[in-house]
């Protein structure tokens, strides 16, 4: 069990993370919308939700160069600091995209407008969650990391899940007033504001045990700490970045693409599809503590396996009973459960295990750089590719990047025997250097 102080400060931390991930991909969800608000008329359909995810793209290309300055600072200055200051960056332009004008009333502008305000959104979010898996992990018992990790991580993806919910909320209320910009408008309002609330709550938070320990004793980088990553932990940060592209390419496919593929190529409407989303989401999240808790009884590399074989099972059989129950023999919202459950069995092993591969004086940063990089290539791209794939072979065509993160995963497994990890194997306050074989 986790104990009380540290429960607070696992929600605490967590909130913040889970609300940027609300604002964040509440984009992806009122796209629709959104690409016939600020973009010209008349052109096809096609063209125009291209538009719209790739100005959604742009967030995460931000992401690589303005998380790794952001750890940069908080390896320097202290985490605590980096947490009040990031969730400002993302409140304030969420909610004014959520009030921002449409192409009819000022043209270009608009789009523009929205393209500048992405990017700040990118650049918060490349320092958010990092510094919130780091905090949470190292104020965490060893014995109980992997628990933290996947109650954090389960939190923080309840953004999905409130994410879908205002998307389906909003969309009703645009009908019942006859305003459809609420359908867009509100999401984004309502993000931003619960944003500052969070950065005022952030304030009670103490610093980092860790951190404070070689802040105190004069142990800070003696270079800079994204040179010192590079050079002392290339494999760290190579293990790292394909335990990103599993986590990116899960959550993208079910639970970001999914509704407005079932939308646009099965006729499911939206409403119904917002809401089998949710329960596919509210699945992940309640999975994720169980499966951080199993983590701390497995190790790392047995759970990883398991999560390897869960994966596959999910992608293939998904895709091949979603005709059926599109026809009526079963339930949808039941159905995206099952990615739901096999996806958490990796995505909850994931702040605890990046965090240990890298040591207190460089953690943030070394955290910073594959999730980032990850983010970037894996989640931005993701969205235009699946568009592409789907359109040229079907939309059975989803599948396969599924199935490709149960082969990665699996050879995680393996490799994850032989990576040194600092935190969760031993007290984490003597930073000792250790395989996770040698303390099998």
Not at 215 to 243: N, W
Not at 266 to 276: D, E, I
Not at 315 to 330: A, D, E, H, K, T
């Amino acid at each position: 069990m986790i104990h009380r102080k540290e429960a607070r400060t696992l929600g605490l931390a967590a909130l913040g993370a889970m609300l940027e991930y609300y604002d964040f991909v509440i984009f992806l969800f009122v796209a629709a919308a959104i690409s016939e608000t600020f973009f010209p008329p008349g052109v096809s359909p096609w063209v125009s939700q291209m538009q719209t995810l790739g100005i959604f793209a742009v967030g995460y290309l931000v992401r690589p160069v303005a998380g790794i300055v952001l750890a940069h600072f908080a390896d320097l200055f202290g985490r605590k600091k980096m947490f009040i200051f990031l969730m400002i960056l993302m409140a304030v332009p969420t909610f004014l995209i959520g009030v921002l004008p449409t192409y009819e009333q000022v043209g270009v502008l608009a789009p523009l407008a929205l393209l500048v305000l992405r990017a700040l959104q990118g650049c918060a979010v490349g320092g958010e969650f990092p510094g919130a898996a780091v905090f949470v992990s190292e104020h965490a018992s060893p014995s109980r990391l992997g628990t933290a990790s996947g109650t954090m991580h389960g939190i923080v993806l309840a953004g999905l899940l409130l994410g879908t919910g205002a998307a389906a909320a909003s969309a009703y209320i645009a009908s019942a007033t006859g305003i459809p910009s609420l359908a867009w408008r509100l999401p984004f309002i309502v993000g931003g504001l619960f944003g500052l609330t969070a950065s005022y709550l952030r304030r009670q938070l103490e610093e980092s045990p860790l951190y404070a320990g070689i802040q105190q004793s004069r142990q800070l980088a003696k270079s800079t700490p994204i040179s010192i990553v590079l050079k002392e932990h290339a494999d760290a940060c190579l293990f790292g970045l394909a335990l990103g592209f599993t986590m990116a390419i899960g959550t993208v496919v079910f639970f970001q693409y999914m509704p407005t593929l079932l939308a646009t190529q099965y006729g499911v409407p939206r409403q119904a599809a917002l809401q089998a989303n949710m329960w596919g989401s509210f699945a992940l999240c309640l999975s994720m503590p169980f499966w951080g808790r199993l983590s701390d009884k497995l190790g790392w590399a047995r759970s990883l396996g398991v999560g390897a074989l869960a994966m596959l099972v999910a992608s293939i059989g998904f895709f091949q009973w979603l005709p059926g129950v599109l026809g009526g023999q079963g339930s949808l919202p039941l159905l995206f459960a099952l990615p739901g459950v096999a996806l958490g069995s990796v995505v909850a092993l994931v702040p605890g295990l990046v965090s240990a591969l890298f040591p207190t004086h460089v953690r943030q940063s070394g955290y910073a750089v594959p999730y980032n990089v990850g983010a970037a290539l894996f989640g931005g791209l993701t969205p235009l590719a699946l568009a592409w794939m789907v359109r040229a072979y079907g939309p059975e065509a989803a599948m396969y990047p599924v199935m490709a993160t149960a082969v990665v995963t699996a050879v995680l497994a393996f490799k994850v025997r032989d990576m040194r990890l600092y935190l969760g194997v031993v007290e984490p306050q003597a930073e000792p250097v250790a395989t996770a074989r040698e303390a099998a």
